[in-house]
Protein backbone atom coordinates (compact mmCIF):
# COMPACT_ATOMS: atom_id res chain seq x y z
CA UNK A 1 0.00 0.00 0.00
CA UNK A 2 1.83 2.90 -1.31
CA UNK A 3 1.18 6.36 -1.52
CA UNK A 4 2.76 8.41 -4.38
CA UNK A 5 -0.38 9.25 -5.50
CA UNK A 6 -3.36 11.19 -4.28
CA UNK A 7 -5.84 8.52 -3.39
CA UNK A 8 -8.23 10.60 -1.70
CA UNK A 9 -9.28 11.75 -5.30
CA UNK A 10 -9.37 8.59 -6.98
CA UNK A 11 -8.71 5.43 -4.62
CA UNK A 12 -6.94 2.68 -5.94
CA UNK A 13 -9.59 -0.34 -6.39
CA UNK A 14 -8.57 -3.81 -7.44
CA UNK A 15 -10.92 -6.75 -8.55
CA UNK A 16 -10.91 -10.41 -7.88
CA UNK A 17 -13.17 -12.84 -9.94
CA UNK A 18 -13.61 -16.42 -8.27
CA UNK A 19 -16.41 -18.14 -6.99
CA UNK A 20 -17.15 -16.16 -3.50
CA UNK A 21 -18.76 -16.72 -0.10
CA UNK A 22 -19.99 -13.62 2.04
CA UNK A 23 -22.37 -13.78 4.25
CA UNK A 24 -25.64 -11.51 4.98
CA UNK A 25 -25.76 -9.18 8.46
CA UNK A 26 -27.80 -12.04 10.01
CA UNK A 27 -25.72 -14.78 8.59
CA UNK A 28 -27.35 -16.25 5.65
CA UNK A 29 -24.73 -16.91 3.14
CA UNK A 30 -23.98 -15.79 0.16
CA UNK A 31 -22.91 -17.81 -2.72
CA UNK A 32 -21.41 -16.98 -6.67
CA UNK A 33 -20.21 -19.96 -8.90
CA UNK A 34 -18.77 -16.45 -11.22
CA UNK A 35 -18.65 -14.14 -8.37
CA UNK A 36 -16.24 -10.31 -8.22
CA UNK A 37 -15.01 -8.50 -5.21
CA UNK A 38 -13.75 -5.74 -5.74
CA UNK A 39 -11.68 -3.49 -2.94
CA UNK A 40 -10.61 -0.51 -2.71
CA UNK A 41 -7.43 1.37 -0.80
CA UNK A 42 -9.19 4.06 2.05
CA UNK A 43 -7.14 6.83 3.28
CA UNK A 44 -6.15 5.43 6.47
CA UNK A 45 -4.19 2.78 4.31
CA UNK A 46 -6.58 -0.54 5.24
CA UNK A 47 -8.49 -1.74 1.73
CA UNK A 48 -12.26 -2.28 1.87
CA UNK A 49 -14.76 -3.84 -0.22
CA UNK A 50 -16.38 -1.69 -2.37
CA UNK A 51 -18.53 -3.71 -4.23
CA UNK A 52 -19.11 -7.43 -5.21
CA UNK A 53 -21.66 -10.15 -6.34
CA UNK A 54 -22.31 -11.78 -9.38
CA UNK A 55 -19.33 -11.01 -12.07
CA UNK A 56 -21.38 -9.81 -14.68
CA UNK A 57 -23.77 -6.95 -12.97
CA UNK A 58 -20.47 -5.99 -10.40
CA UNK A 59 -18.10 -6.16 -13.57
CA UNK A 60 -20.56 -3.72 -15.27
CA UNK A 61 -20.48 -1.13 -12.38
CA UNK A 62 -16.78 -1.14 -12.34
CA UNK A 63 -15.37 -1.04 -16.05
CA UNK A 64 -12.23 0.87 -15.52
CA UNK A 65 -10.99 -1.97 -12.82
CA UNK A 66 -8.63 -4.49 -13.66
CA UNK A 67 -9.46 -7.90 -12.23
CA UNK A 68 -7.32 -10.72 -11.18
CA UNK A 69 -8.93 -13.88 -12.65
CA UNK A 70 -8.63 -17.31 -10.13
CA UNK A 71 -10.89 -19.57 -11.93
CA UNK A 72 -11.19 -22.54 -10.02
CA UNK A 73 -10.67 -20.49 -6.72
CA UNK A 74 -13.19 -19.90 -3.89
CA UNK A 75 -13.10 -16.24 -2.06
CA UNK A 76 -14.40 -16.65 0.95
CA UNK A 77 -14.02 -14.42 4.74
CA UNK A 78 -10.93 -14.54 6.59
CA UNK A 79 -11.66 -17.01 9.57
CA UNK A 80 -12.35 -14.96 12.61
CA UNK A 81 -10.37 -17.55 15.79
CA UNK A 82 -12.36 -16.04 19.17
CA UNK A 83 -9.97 -17.23 22.00
CA UNK A 84 -6.57 -18.65 21.05
CA UNK A 85 -2.82 -18.74 23.40
CA UNK A 86 -0.41 -17.33 21.51
CA UNK A 87 2.46 -18.37 24.23
CA UNK A 88 0.98 -21.95 23.82
CA UNK A 89 1.58 -22.05 20.41
CA UNK A 90 4.51 -25.01 21.25
CA UNK A 91 2.15 -26.99 23.82
CA UNK A 92 0.03 -28.03 21.85
CA UNK A 93 -1.07 -32.05 22.12
CA UNK A 94 0.67 -32.13 25.75
CA UNK A 95 -1.85 -34.98 26.93
CA UNK A 96 -3.10 -34.12 30.85
CA UNK A 97 -5.58 -35.91 33.26
CA UNK A 98 -7.79 -32.81 32.49
CA UNK A 99 -7.58 -28.39 32.70
CA UNK A 100 -5.95 -27.96 36.29
CA UNK A 101 -2.71 -30.78 35.81
CA UNK A 102 -2.52 -29.44 32.47
CA UNK A 103 -2.01 -25.80 33.42
CA UNK A 104 0.08 -26.60 36.49
CA UNK A 105 2.46 -29.30 34.22
CA UNK A 106 2.69 -28.05 30.92
CA UNK A 107 1.22 -24.85 30.51
CA UNK A 108 2.46 -22.36 33.51
CA UNK A 109 6.27 -23.37 33.12
CA UNK A 110 6.16 -22.51 29.43
CA UNK A 111 4.32 -18.98 29.74
CA UNK A 112 7.12 -18.28 32.16
CA UNK A 113 9.82 -18.17 29.81
CA UNK A 114 7.54 -15.17 28.28
CA UNK A 115 9.76 -12.56 30.20
CA UNK A 116 11.99 -12.51 28.02
CA UNK A 117 11.19 -9.90 24.78
CA UNK A 118 13.42 -11.97 22.12
CA UNK A 119 11.94 -15.53 22.71
CA UNK A 120 8.01 -13.77 23.07
CA UNK A 121 8.82 -11.91 19.69
CA UNK A 122 9.92 -15.52 18.24
CA UNK A 123 7.45 -17.33 19.36
CA UNK A 124 4.74 -14.41 18.27
CA UNK A 125 6.30 -14.81 14.72
CA UNK A 126 5.06 -18.28 14.58
CA UNK A 127 2.07 -17.57 16.08
CA UNK A 128 1.32 -15.19 13.11
CA UNK A 129 2.54 -17.34 10.48
CA UNK A 130 0.80 -20.46 11.43
CA UNK A 131 -2.82 -18.33 12.14
CA UNK A 132 -2.01 -17.19 8.31
CA UNK A 133 -0.98 -20.62 6.79
CA UNK A 134 -4.45 -21.63 8.30
CA UNK A 135 -6.37 -18.47 6.85
CA UNK A 136 -7.17 -17.01 10.11
CA UNK A 137 -7.06 -13.39 9.61
CA UNK A 138 -8.05 -12.16 12.83
CA UNK A 139 -7.91 -13.79 16.92
CA UNK A 140 -9.08 -12.74 20.19
CA UNK A 141 -5.67 -14.01 22.01
CA UNK A 142 -4.20 -14.80 25.45
CA UNK A 143 -0.75 -12.68 26.21
CA UNK A 144 1.22 -14.14 29.56
CA UNK A 145 1.39 -11.90 32.53
CA UNK A 146 5.11 -10.37 31.43
CA UNK A 147 3.77 -7.02 29.27
CA UNK A 148 6.92 -7.71 27.40
CA UNK A 149 4.99 -10.42 25.83
CA UNK A 150 1.91 -8.22 24.87
CA UNK A 151 4.35 -5.74 23.16
CA UNK A 152 5.96 -8.31 21.20
CA UNK A 153 2.68 -9.40 19.88
CA UNK A 154 1.29 -6.28 18.71
CA UNK A 155 4.56 -5.41 17.32
CA UNK A 156 4.18 -8.53 15.49
CA UNK A 157 0.48 -7.71 14.23
CA UNK A 158 1.58 -3.90 13.60
CA UNK A 159 4.10 -5.09 10.78
CA UNK A 160 1.93 -7.17 9.30
CA UNK A 161 -1.11 -5.47 9.29
CA UNK A 162 -3.65 -7.59 10.97
CA UNK A 163 -6.79 -6.77 13.00
CA UNK A 164 -5.57 -8.31 16.37
CA UNK A 165 -6.66 -8.38 19.73
CA UNK A 166 -4.93 -8.91 22.93
CA UNK A 167 -3.69 -8.17 26.37
CA UNK A 168 -2.01 -8.70 29.47
CA UNK A 169 -3.20 -11.98 31.50
CA UNK A 170 -3.76 -10.80 35.26
CA UNK A 171 -2.93 -13.69 37.69
CA UNK A 172 -1.79 -12.46 41.10
CA UNK A 173 -2.56 -15.46 42.95
CA UNK A 174 -2.68 -19.64 42.43
CA UNK A 175 0.26 -19.11 39.94
CA UNK A 176 3.81 -20.12 40.15
CA UNK A 177 6.84 -17.12 40.64
CA UNK A 178 7.87 -15.66 37.43
CA UNK A 179 4.00 -15.91 36.64
CA UNK A 180 2.15 -14.63 39.65
CA UNK A 181 2.14 -10.37 39.12
CA UNK A 182 1.39 -8.28 41.74
CA UNK A 183 -2.09 -6.92 42.27
CA UNK A 184 -1.42 -2.63 41.99
CA UNK A 185 0.99 -3.20 39.45
CA UNK A 186 -0.93 -5.43 37.29
CA UNK A 187 -3.48 -2.92 37.00
CA UNK A 188 -1.12 -0.21 36.11
CA UNK A 189 -0.04 -2.15 33.27
CA UNK A 190 -2.68 -3.01 31.86
CA UNK A 191 -3.39 0.72 31.65
CA UNK A 192 -0.80 1.88 30.21
CA UNK A 193 -0.45 -1.17 27.27
CA UNK A 194 -4.17 0.20 26.34
CA UNK A 195 -3.09 3.48 26.26
CA UNK A 196 -0.24 2.09 24.09
CA UNK A 197 -2.46 -0.44 21.75
CA UNK A 198 -5.52 0.03 22.05
CA UNK A 199 -7.18 1.89 18.72
CA UNK A 200 -3.71 1.49 17.31
CA UNK A 201 -4.49 1.07 13.51
CA UNK A 202 -6.54 -1.92 13.61
CA UNK A 203 -4.91 -3.26 16.98
CA UNK A 204 -7.22 -3.66 20.26
CA UNK A 205 -6.88 -4.11 23.98
CA UNK A 206 -8.53 -6.88 25.90
CA UNK A 207 -8.30 -6.82 29.91
CA UNK A 208 -7.66 -10.36 30.66
CA UNK A 209 -7.80 -12.11 33.93
CA UNK A 210 -6.72 -16.21 33.30
CA UNK A 211 -10.12 -16.96 35.27
CA UNK A 212 -11.59 -16.43 38.46
CA UNK A 213 -9.44 -19.05 40.98
CA UNK A 214 -6.03 -17.17 39.77
CA UNK A 215 -7.30 -13.32 40.60
CA UNK A 216 -7.77 -11.87 44.42
CA UNK A 217 -10.70 -10.10 44.19
CA UNK A 218 -8.75 -6.97 44.75
CA UNK A 219 -7.09 -7.86 41.18
CA UNK A 220 -10.92 -8.68 39.82
CA UNK A 221 -12.71 -5.80 41.25
CA UNK A 222 -9.86 -3.56 39.50
CA UNK A 223 -9.92 -5.73 36.37
CA UNK A 224 -14.10 -4.19 36.16
CA UNK A 225 -12.88 -0.86 37.13
CA UNK A 226 -10.86 -0.86 34.03
CA UNK A 227 -13.08 -1.72 31.75
CA UNK A 228 -15.73 0.49 33.04
CA UNK A 229 -13.24 3.23 32.35
CA UNK A 230 -11.99 2.28 28.81
CA UNK A 231 -15.93 0.89 27.49
CA UNK A 232 -15.00 0.10 24.11
CA UNK A 233 -11.65 -2.19 25.23
CA UNK A 234 -12.70 -6.40 25.34
CA UNK A 235 -12.69 -8.33 28.22
CA UNK A 236 -11.23 -11.82 27.70
CA UNK A 237 -11.35 -14.92 30.31
CA UNK A 238 -12.44 -18.40 30.83
CA UNK A 239 -15.68 -19.85 32.52
CA UNK A 240 -16.81 -23.01 33.82
CA UNK A 241 -14.67 -25.44 31.43
CA UNK A 242 -13.89 -28.30 33.76
CA UNK A 243 -15.84 -29.75 36.59
CA UNK A 244 -13.18 -30.33 38.91
CA UNK A 245 -12.13 -25.79 38.43
CA UNK A 246 -16.46 -25.56 38.48
CA UNK A 247 -16.13 -26.94 42.13
CA UNK A 248 -12.69 -24.72 43.22
CA UNK A 249 -14.66 -21.37 42.00
CA UNK A 250 -17.12 -22.14 44.75
CA UNK A 251 -15.03 -22.74 46.87
CA UNK A 252 -13.09 -19.83 46.66
CA UNK A 253 -16.19 -17.50 45.97
CA UNK A 254 -19.36 -19.15 47.87
CA UNK A 255 -21.12 -15.54 48.03
CA UNK A 256 -21.53 -16.08 43.91
CA UNK A 257 -24.82 -17.94 42.66
CA UNK A 258 -22.90 -19.33 40.17
CA UNK A 259 -18.94 -19.21 38.31
CA UNK A 260 -20.64 -16.22 35.83
CA UNK A 261 -22.09 -14.60 38.58
CA UNK A 262 -18.46 -14.29 39.81
CA UNK A 263 -17.32 -12.23 37.20
CA UNK A 264 -21.09 -10.03 37.00
CA UNK A 265 -19.97 -9.11 40.74
CA UNK A 266 -16.75 -7.33 39.63
CA UNK A 267 -18.31 -5.60 36.68
CA UNK A 268 -16.57 -8.09 34.00
CA UNK A 269 -19.74 -9.11 32.12
CA UNK A 270 -20.20 -6.55 29.30
CA UNK A 271 -20.65 -6.07 25.04
CA UNK A 272 -17.00 -7.31 24.06
CA UNK A 273 -16.68 -9.90 26.77
CA UNK A 274 -15.85 -12.68 25.39
CA UNK A 275 -15.22 -15.69 28.17
CA UNK A 276 -14.18 -19.39 26.77
CA UNK A 277 -15.91 -22.34 27.27
CA UNK A 278 -19.02 -21.55 28.58
CA UNK A 279 -20.08 -25.58 29.20
CA UNK A 280 -20.63 -26.22 32.46
CA UNK A 281 -23.94 -23.06 32.50
CA UNK A 282 -27.75 -23.15 33.67
CA UNK A 283 -29.96 -21.48 31.92
CA UNK A 284 -29.65 -18.61 34.52
CA UNK A 285 -26.24 -17.95 33.28
CA UNK A 286 -26.83 -17.81 29.91
CA UNK A 287 -29.62 -15.33 30.14
CA UNK A 288 -26.91 -13.25 32.21
CA UNK A 289 -24.72 -13.57 29.58
CA UNK A 290 -27.53 -12.78 27.15
CA UNK A 291 -28.71 -9.52 29.55
CA UNK A 292 -25.29 -8.41 29.90
CA UNK A 293 -24.00 -8.92 26.45
CA UNK A 294 -21.01 -11.01 27.14
CA UNK A 295 -20.45 -14.08 24.88
CA UNK A 296 -19.05 -17.64 24.18
CA UNK A 297 -15.80 -18.60 22.37
CA UNK A 298 -16.28 -22.03 21.99
CA UNK A 299 -13.30 -24.74 21.46
CA UNK A 300 -14.56 -27.75 20.65
CA UNK A 301 -10.98 -29.07 20.19
CA UNK A 302 -9.88 -28.13 23.26
CA UNK A 303 -13.03 -29.29 25.01
CA UNK A 304 -12.59 -32.66 23.59
CA UNK A 305 -8.23 -32.79 23.78
CA UNK A 306 -8.85 -31.71 27.31
CA UNK A 307 -11.98 -34.24 28.58
CA UNK A 308 -13.63 -30.79 29.56
CA UNK A 309 -17.07 -31.33 27.91
CA UNK A 310 -19.51 -30.87 25.82
CA UNK A 311 -20.83 -26.54 24.81
CA UNK A 312 -24.95 -27.02 24.25
CA UNK A 313 -25.43 -25.56 21.30
CA UNK A 314 -29.21 -25.84 21.75
CA UNK A 315 -29.20 -24.40 25.05
CA UNK A 316 -27.09 -21.26 23.32
CA UNK A 317 -29.68 -20.64 20.89
CA UNK A 318 -32.61 -21.66 23.21
CA UNK A 319 -31.61 -18.42 25.17
CA UNK A 320 -29.94 -16.19 22.49
CA UNK A 321 -26.23 -16.59 24.00
CA UNK A 322 -24.15 -15.49 21.36
CA UNK A 323 -21.34 -17.36 20.56
CA UNK A 324 -18.43 -18.14 18.01
CA UNK A 325 -15.95 -20.28 17.22
CA UNK A 326 -12.20 -20.88 18.65
CA UNK A 327 -9.01 -22.89 18.76
CA UNK A 328 -7.94 -22.84 22.20
CA UNK A 329 -4.67 -23.22 21.02
CA UNK A 330 -2.15 -24.97 23.41
CA UNK A 331 -5.84 -26.92 24.75
CA UNK A 332 -6.91 -27.09 21.45
CA UNK A 333 -5.07 -29.69 18.99
CA UNK A 334 -5.26 -27.32 15.66
CA UNK A 335 -4.71 -24.16 14.12
CA UNK A 336 -7.20 -24.85 11.33
CA UNK A 337 -10.68 -23.20 11.21
CA UNK A 338 -11.71 -26.82 9.34
CA UNK A 339 -10.43 -29.01 12.12
CA UNK A 340 -12.40 -26.50 14.58
CA UNK A 341 -15.47 -26.45 12.69
CA UNK A 342 -15.60 -30.26 12.34
CA UNK A 343 -15.07 -30.71 15.94
CA UNK A 344 -17.94 -28.48 16.77
CA UNK A 345 -20.10 -30.26 14.08
CA UNK A 346 -19.42 -33.62 16.16
CA UNK A 347 -19.86 -31.96 19.72
CA UNK A 348 -23.63 -30.38 17.88
CA UNK A 349 -24.25 -34.04 16.85
CA UNK A 350 -23.58 -34.97 20.48
CA UNK A 351 -25.82 -32.44 22.01
CA UNK A 352 -28.76 -32.91 19.96
CA UNK A 353 -31.67 -33.28 21.08
CA UNK A 354 -33.95 -32.05 17.83
CA UNK A 355 -34.32 -34.18 14.09
CA UNK A 356 -32.24 -32.59 11.30
CA UNK A 357 -28.90 -30.68 10.71
CA UNK A 358 -28.53 -28.43 13.74
CA UNK A 359 -25.18 -26.72 12.49
CA UNK A 360 -25.80 -26.87 9.05
CA UNK A 361 -22.01 -26.01 7.33
CA UNK A 362 -22.71 -22.84 6.58
CA UNK A 363 -23.72 -22.28 10.03
CA UNK A 364 -20.36 -23.49 11.47
CA UNK A 365 -18.19 -21.12 8.62
CA UNK A 366 -20.75 -18.30 9.97
CA UNK A 367 -19.82 -18.78 13.31
CA UNK A 368 -16.26 -19.12 12.41
CA UNK A 369 -16.55 -15.77 10.42
CA UNK A 370 -18.94 -12.95 10.56
CA UNK A 371 -21.02 -14.94 13.67
CA UNK A 372 -17.95 -14.78 15.44
CA UNK A 373 -16.92 -10.81 13.99
CA UNK A 374 -20.63 -9.48 15.58
CA UNK A 375 -20.01 -11.80 19.00
CA UNK A 376 -16.39 -9.56 19.04
CA UNK A 377 -18.47 -6.27 18.53
CA UNK A 378 -16.84 -6.12 15.19
CA UNK A 379 -20.15 -6.11 12.86
CA UNK A 380 -19.70 -4.40 9.95
CA UNK A 381 -15.56 -4.11 10.47
CA UNK A 382 -14.74 -7.74 9.16
CA UNK A 383 -16.30 -11.43 8.46
CA UNK A 384 -18.65 -11.32 6.22
CA UNK A 385 -17.29 -9.38 2.60
CA UNK A 386 -20.58 -6.83 2.57
CA UNK A 387 -19.23 -3.56 1.17
CA UNK A 388 -17.89 -1.41 3.80
CA UNK A 389 -15.76 -4.23 5.71
CA UNK A 390 -12.47 -4.87 5.53
CA UNK A 391 -10.66 -6.54 3.04
CA UNK A 392 -9.47 -9.38 4.88
CA UNK A 393 -10.44 -12.43 2.87
CA UNK A 394 -9.08 -16.21 1.92
CA UNK A 395 -8.34 -17.92 -1.51
CA UNK A 396 -9.32 -21.39 -0.87
CA UNK A 397 -8.60 -24.29 -3.26
CA UNK A 398 -11.76 -26.63 -3.57
CA UNK A 399 -9.46 -28.86 -5.11
CA UNK A 400 -6.46 -28.76 -2.91
CA UNK A 401 -6.66 -33.22 -2.70
CA UNK A 402 -7.83 -35.89 -4.70
CA UNK A 403 -10.32 -36.66 -2.68
CA UNK A 404 -11.48 -33.13 -2.58
CA UNK A 405 -11.22 -32.58 -5.63
CA UNK A 406 -13.70 -35.14 -6.30
CA UNK A 407 -16.33 -34.60 -3.19
CA UNK A 408 -16.85 -31.08 -5.01
CA UNK A 409 -17.01 -31.82 -7.92
CA UNK A 410 -19.81 -33.90 -6.74
CA UNK A 411 -21.31 -31.02 -4.98
CA UNK A 412 -24.85 -30.46 -6.21
CA UNK A 413 -25.40 -27.28 -3.64
CA UNK A 414 -23.39 -24.66 -1.12
CA UNK A 415 -23.98 -26.72 1.84
CA UNK A 416 -22.38 -30.15 0.19
CA UNK A 417 -19.13 -27.96 -1.20
CA UNK A 418 -18.95 -26.47 2.55
CA UNK A 419 -19.07 -29.64 3.93
CA UNK A 420 -16.60 -31.23 2.23
CA UNK A 421 -14.29 -28.69 2.63
CA UNK A 422 -14.86 -29.03 6.27
CA UNK A 423 -14.27 -32.58 6.79
CA UNK A 424 -11.84 -33.17 4.18
CA UNK A 425 -9.86 -29.49 4.86
CA UNK A 426 -6.78 -27.99 6.18
CA UNK A 427 -3.83 -25.89 5.76
CA UNK A 428 -3.54 -27.11 2.24
CA UNK A 429 -6.69 -25.49 1.19
CA UNK A 430 -5.56 -22.05 1.77
CA UNK A 431 -3.89 -20.96 -1.22
CA UNK A 432 -3.03 -17.05 -0.75
CA UNK A 433 -4.22 -14.88 2.12
CA UNK A 434 -4.98 -11.41 1.76
CA UNK A 435 -5.27 -8.53 4.91
CA UNK A 436 -7.05 -5.47 3.95
N1 LIG B 1 -8.19 -21.75 32.22
C1 LIG B 1 -7.25 -20.96 32.77
N2 LIG B 1 -6.17 -20.86 32.00
C2 LIG B 1 -6.42 -21.61 30.91
C3 LIG B 1 -5.67 -21.92 29.72
O1 LIG B 1 -4.55 -21.46 29.52
N3 LIG B 1 -6.28 -22.72 28.83
C4 LIG B 1 -7.52 -23.23 29.02
N4 LIG B 1 -8.05 -24.01 28.08
N5 LIG B 1 -8.23 -22.98 30.11
C5 LIG B 1 -7.69 -22.17 31.05
ZN1 LIG C 1 -8.01 -20.80 26.73
Known amino acids: SSSSTSREAEPAMNAYRAQLLRFDTDGT ?11 GLGTDGVQRVVDAGPYRTVAARHPQVA ?14 DMHVHYPQTDI ?61 FFQGAQKRGLRMISGKVLQDRHSPDGLRDETEQSLIDSETLIQR ?16 PTSTDAQLRGAGELAARHPDTWIHSHVAENR ?13 RSYVDVYRGFGLLRERAVYAH ?14 TGAVAAVSPT ?58 APSRLWWHHTGGAARALGLQGVIGTLQAGTEADFVLLNPKATPLLARKTERAQNLEELLFALIVLGDDRVVD ?5
Not at 29 to 39: A, I, R
Open 29 to 39: PLYESDGLLVV
Open 302 to 359: SNLFLGSGFFDYEGAERIGMRHGLASDVGGGTSFSPFHTMLAAYYVGREGQTKPGLSL
Open 244 to 256: DEVRWVRELFPQA
Open 278 to 291: CIHLDDADRALMRD
Open 67 to 80: VTHWPDRLIAPGFI
Open 432 to 436: QVCIA
Open 197 to 212: WHGQGRLGYAITPRFA
Open 92 to 152: IGAPADGLLPWLENYTFPAETRFAQPAYAAEVANVFFSELLRHGVTTALAFATTHPASVDA
